[in-house]
C-alpha cells in the first residue's frame, strides 16, 4: 500500500507526537481517567489535532476510490467525502478495530480500547473523535475540551490503526515497535502482517499493543506468557499469567 519513503514518515509523524506527550506526561502524574480528563493545555490541541489528521488520512488511503451509502437516499462517493461513518462501513470488518486493546505503559496500567464505541451512527461519535471535529472548527472556543486523557486515546487509536496496516508492519521491527521473540525475522514479519492472527505485540513509549483481537478488560487479566515477544509486558506486569493465576 505505501511505499518505503512513506512508511517512514507516517513513523516519524507518530514518534514526534507520541514524544511531545511525553514530554507534557513528565510533568504531570498519571492518575485515574476522570482526572486526566480533566487536565488541559493549549500545548494538547496540536497534538489531538495531528494524531486525528494522520488517523483521518490512513482511513482515507483504505478506503475504496468509490462506495455508495446505505438507504434509499444513500448516494455514491468518492473517498475523498468520506467521513468516520464511512470508515466503519467499509473498513471495520477487516480491521476489526473496535476488538482491539492496548496497555497503557505509564502510569497505572489501563487497558485502552479507543475504538471499542466505534459504528455507523452519528448519534453515538467516539468522544476524541468528536473533540478533533469541534477542534477543527474553531481551536480557541473548544481548546478546553482537548483534554490529555482525550489526547492519550486519540493516539493510542492512531498506533491501533497503523498495526492494521501491513505496509507499515513491515518496517515496525526497524522502529523498534516489535521485537523477534527469537524468532527468525522474515517469519516475525510475515506473521505480524497478517491482519488480527499475530501472537505478537506492538511497543511503543505509551502503549503495548496487541495485534490480535484479546478478551482481556484489565490488566489484571493479560496472560504475557500467550505472547510471542513477551519480555517488555513481563517486566512491566511483574508476571507470566494472569494476576489470579500468578498469586496461586
Known amino acids: 500500500m505505501y511505499q518505503?519513503?512513506?512508511?517512514?514518515?507516517?513513523?516519524?509523524?507518530?514518534?514526534?507526537?507520541?514524544?511531545?506527550?511525553?514530554?507534557?506526561?513528565?510533568?504531570?502524574?498519571?492518575?485515574?481517567?476522570?482526572?486526566l480528563k480533566k487536565i488541559y493545555s493549549p500545548r494538547l490541541v496540536p497534538i489531538m489535532v495531528e494524531t486525528c489528521s494522520v488517523i483521518d488520512t490512513l482511513f482515507r488511503d483504505l478506503m475504496p476510490e468509490e462506495f455508495q451509502r446505505p438507504g434509499p437516499k444513500g448516494r455514491r462517493m468518492t473517498r475523498n467525502g468520506a467521513n468516520i461513518y464511512d470508515y466503519y462501513r467499509e473498513l471495520e470488518s477487516n480491521l476489526q478495530l473496535g476488538a482491539s486493546k492496548s496497555l497503557l505503559l505509564q502510569g497505572k496500567p489501563v487497558v485502552l480500547c479507543p475504538f471499542k464505541k466505534w459504528s455507523d451512527q452519528s448519534t453515538s461519535p467516539l468522544d476524541w473523535w468528536r473533540v478533533y471535529?469541534?477542534?477543527?472548527?474553531?481551536?480557541?472556543?473548544?481548546?478546553?475540551?482537548?483534554?490529555?486523557?482525550?489526547?492519550?486515546?486519540?493516539?493510542?487509536?492512531?498506533?491501533?490503526?497503523?498495526?492494521?496496516?501491513?505496509?507499515?508492519?513491515?518496517?515496525?521491527?526497524?522502529?523498534?515497535?516489535?521485537?523477534?521473540?527469537?524468532?527468525?525475522?522474515?517469519?516475525?514479519?510475515?506473521?505480524?502482517?497478517?491482519?488480527?492472527?499475530?501472537?505478537?505485540?506492538?511497543y511503543s513509549a505509551f502503549f503495548a499493543t496487541f495485534l490480535s483481537p484479546v478478551s482481556w478488560e484489565g490488566p489484571d487479566e493479560i496472560r504475557p506468557v500467550n505472547l510471542r515477544n513477551n519480555e517488555k509486558l513481563i517486566a512491566h506486569l511483574g508476571r507470566l499469567a494472569t494476576k489470579i493465576e500468578h498469586e496461586t
Open 4 to 35: 518505503e519513503e512513506v512508511v517512514i514518515e507516517v513513523f516519524e509523524w507518530y514518534q514526534n507526537i507520541e514524544k511531545r506527550l511525553v514530554e507534557i506526561t513528565s510533568i504531570i502524574p498519571f492518575s485515574s481517567e476522570s482526572d
Open 133 to 202: 471535529n469541534r477542534l477543527k472548527h474553531d481551536r480557541i472556543k473548544c481548546s478546553k475540551e482537548a483534554s490529555l486523557f482525550h489526547c492519550i486515546d486519540a493516539l493510542c487509536a492512531l498506533k491501533q490503526l497503523m498495526t492494521k496496516i501491513p505496509s507499515l508492519m513491515e518496517l515496525s521491527l526497524r522502529f523498534g515497535w516489535v521485537q523477534t521473540g527469537g524468532y527468525n525475522p522474515t517469519i516475525t514479519i510475515k506473521e505480524i502482517t497478517e491482519i488480527n492472527a499475530s501472537k505478537y505485540v506492538a
